[in-house]
């Protein structure tokens, strides 16, 4: 890629120049952490527009469908159709099939005809998805609302807790987007490598992960597909490989699973001692 | 004593109010002269055939183009959609910035950009409008001619336009909406206000603007804005009008309070 990318993708637009820092675990490899893994016996929640279960690329594999109503006494979570009003969570749910095909999905729609309610929607279907126990969430989606700061705050931080990796795009526009500038979630931009597998990650905040977001091929409404470009698509290629880590190692916290996915990147390794960099000697 | 306070407040709230319509009748609509010229830059940044912005209206909840650029763009201007609906609805719910090539594949798309527009894109780029309470609306791009895609720096630059766009929106809205400046002096100045005593204020100040367009003074005004194509002699010649008229109606004014 020639192009500069924009500030939060620019880390993974040359990985060999931004990411040479790389942690390496001892015995931590991809094949130690997914080999073998289709995501089975793993729950992923996805908040987003809904999903159409017949959708031929979800492959039948929506388990529960549900939406946030909002009342008078406040919001409650209630079954919902097997519908996508956008066909943007059913491009995340078969995103996350085509690396862990064997996860269950669940439907949580929080983009309604309520748009006013739309954060508050948002905040509640998180609550739910961490109060059901559900072992990943992807949020493609964020909220800029100052007053929801806190409460996607705490929801973060007990999702980390309890054992719930939430995995959040960053807004594309360069403006504070919540939960995904919290350091308890796992938080993806995109790069421009067509490759599913290639991940990389990047110390310096606020975006830790890249994966592929450019000119995907994705999942849309009514059965059908496009390609599409954005943050949106390359945090459910971080979700599935998140889900697969879960299936064959369950019960890791998000903690644990971020070293793994740091520890398994495409990040180059450290350079070799040469030159002016000999001094800085990486035998730290 | 209160009662006099009262009447004062509300005079020079109602003077403030007469003064802001007065400014957005001379002003023409500057939010919409703003946007444009934001789809024009983008139209041929990107080298596009069109580019429109969607803003959010209420009453009923709809995004409505106000303005398009570009030679596929005419089409759009006036156009309502649902918020919930399309690429541009899904950038307003969702606040996130999103690009789909290949859309003509889209029978659903397809059809219903079609139906509206006349116009079918291969590709379709869209940049949420940001302020600090919310998603305000949308801009979109439609088919760069020398790209089948849109990279992650189209993504960027157009953020930079939504951005734009955003302020001058703000901007002009504050300026433009006498109810909205008026609300919000009166939240900064009286925080002890409830908002119904605030609406009530404001209800009170602006009774009487815009019921006419016909009185006499808003067609003064409406004259006055004309006014700025004049040449130098022809505003020195109006000034000498001016100057008579005004001397007519001071005697006047002195004969009626001397009865």
Redesign the interface.
Known sequence: ?T?????W?EPFADPKRELRRSLRLRGVTRDWAWGGATGKGVRVGIID?GLENDHPQLHGRVVENVTVELGDDGPTVVPDGQVD??G?GTACGAIILGLAPEVELISIRV???D?RG??TAFAAGLEWAIDQGLEVCNL???????SLYPIFHDLADRAYFNGTALIS?A?????P?YPSLFSSVLSVA?H?EPDPWRLYYNPSPPVEFGAW???VPIA???G?????????FAAPHVAGLVALILSKHPGLSPFEVKAILASVADNPGRRRPRGRSRRAGSRA | MANQETDAALAALVAAARRSAVGRRLQGDIETRLLQSIVDATVRLFDAEAASIAL?EQNP?RLEFRVAAGEQGAGAVGLTVP????IV??V????????????A????FNRDAAEQTGYVPRSI?A??L?D????VGALQVLDKRGSP?????D??LL?VF??QATVAIAAARVQRDTDRLLRSVLGQIGPDLEDGQIQELVAAATRDLDVDDDAPFWRLVDQVARLRSLTDRETELLTDILDVVAAHAMRGRRGRSIR
């Open positions: 890629m192009e500069p990318l924009p500030a993708s527009s009003m956008f943007h983009l309604g005809a748009l739309k954060g493609s989606l964020s909220s800029k609302s100052e795009a807004n594309n526009v360069p403006a987007s995109a421009g977001g450019v000119d849309w409404k009514d059908g597909s496009t390609v599409a470009t954005g943050n949106s | 959010f909840d918020p919930t609906q399309g609805g899904f307003y719910s969702t606040g996130q910035a999103l690009s789909l090539s290949d859309v594949n889209d029978p659903r780029a940049a949420p940001l600090e309470h919310g998603t895609t849109f990279s992650l720096k993504m960027e953020g939504a951005g």
